[in-house]
C-alpha cells in the first residue's frame, strides 16, 4: 500500500469516527432533554444556569431548592450551550432569582438589578418570537420530527465519509498512473 493509500484510509477513518462522535453526541443530548427544563437563577448580578428534570409535576428540584414552573413555558434557549445550533436542543427556559420558588415575571425584570448579557436575553424572547419558537418546537417534538432531523444527518454523515473516500481512491488510481508513466519513461 503507497503512502498516499495509507493517508486516503486515515482520512476515510477521521471522518467515520467523528460522524459517530457527533451522533453519540446528539443522541445523549436529546436524552438529557427529555423532561428538562432550562433554569437561569439570578442573584445580586449574576447568573447561573441548570439543566433540571422535573419532578413532582410542575417542579424542579435543585441544589438550593425546590422551583415551581409555570403551566406553559415562557421561553426556550438552545443547550446545551457553545455548541453548533445542529447539536443543541430547544428546552423550555425560566429565570428565577435564587432561593424564590416563582419564576421572574416581566413586570419584575426592571426591578431585578441586570447586566447587559441579562437584558439582550430578554430582548430576544418577546411573545411573538416566543409564539412561533413554540408552535415549531410543538412540530418537530414529535417522533416523526425526531426521526427526521436524524435522518438527515445520517444521509449528510454517509456522504461525507462517501466522498472522503471516493477521493482518496481517485487520487490512489490517478497516482497509479502517474507511476506507471513515470516508470515507462
Known sequence: MTPLQLVGLQLAGVAGVLFVMIMAAIIVFRV????????????????????????????????????????????????????????????????????????????????INMTAAHGLSLQKSNAAVMTKITESLERESSLSGMLADTKIILIMGILTIAAVGGSAWFIVEKLKLIQQALGAL
Open 32 to 111: 438529557q432533554v427529555r423532561g428538562a427544563f432550562y433554569c437561569e437563577f439570578m442573584e445580586s448580578g449574576t447568573s447561573t444556569f441548570e439543566l433540571l428534570k422535573i419532578k413532582h409535576g410542575n417542579e424542579v428540584e435543585a441544589d438550593h431548592g425546590v422551583y415551581k414552573l409555570p403551566n406553559q413555558p415562557r421561553m426556550l434557549a438552545n443547550w446545551p450551550p457553545g455548541l453548533p445550533s445542529f447539536m443543541q436542543e430547544l428546552v423550555p427556559h425560566e429565570k428565577y432569582v435564587k432561593l424564590n420558588e416563582n419564576p421572574v415575571t416581566f413586570e419584575e425584570l426592571p426591578e
